[in-house]
């Protein structure tokens, strides 16, 4: 999938606070990954997340969005969110990429067997209640703790 088709549903299907332009800067905090996941129901409120460019704030915003991507199924872990965090080329790019697909599995109910987003209900909207449902019975260690 290009950038071009990306930005497209980024932008134009999900509206979020600021377009995106380049995926490697805009989304290098956290925030906007953050919004994505607030307007598919995925965390509750976007009010614990910033956006700046500090440290202390990336760090906080990954840790919020942290659980809602391991249970959709995206592979997402401490070295991966420090790429992003770095502009690493093309890993926010990427991950977004594997949101985009993640959603739409849960959407359709389509994803292999065993993995979270498996869960989405049959009518095609997320199965919220049972992602959180899936985090609140994992360990609430987070990659990004000491």
Known sequence: MGDAILR??????IGLSRPVDVFESDF??????GEVLYRHGLIDS?????????TSAKINNFR??????TDLG????????????????NVATNL???????????????PRAGTPAA????????AKSTIKARASRRSLHSPFDG
Not at 8 to 13: K, P, Q
Request: with cysteine; aromatic share 6%; hydrophobic share 40%.
């Open 8 to 13: 497209t549903w980024i932008n134009d299907e």
């Open 28 to 33: 290098a905090n956290g925030y906007l990954l």
């Open 46 to 54: 976007i009010d614990g997340l910033r956006d700046a460019e500090t």
């Open 64 to 69: 919020i969005i942290q659980q809602p991507l």
């Open 74 to 89: 995206v592979k997402f872990d401490s070295r991966l969110a420090n790429a992003v965090m770095t502009g690493r080329p």
């Open 96 to 110: 977004c990429y594997q949101l985009k697909i993640a959603l739409d599995n849960a959407k359709q109910g389509g």
């Open 119 to 126: 869960d989405a209900n049959r009518s095609g909207s997320l």
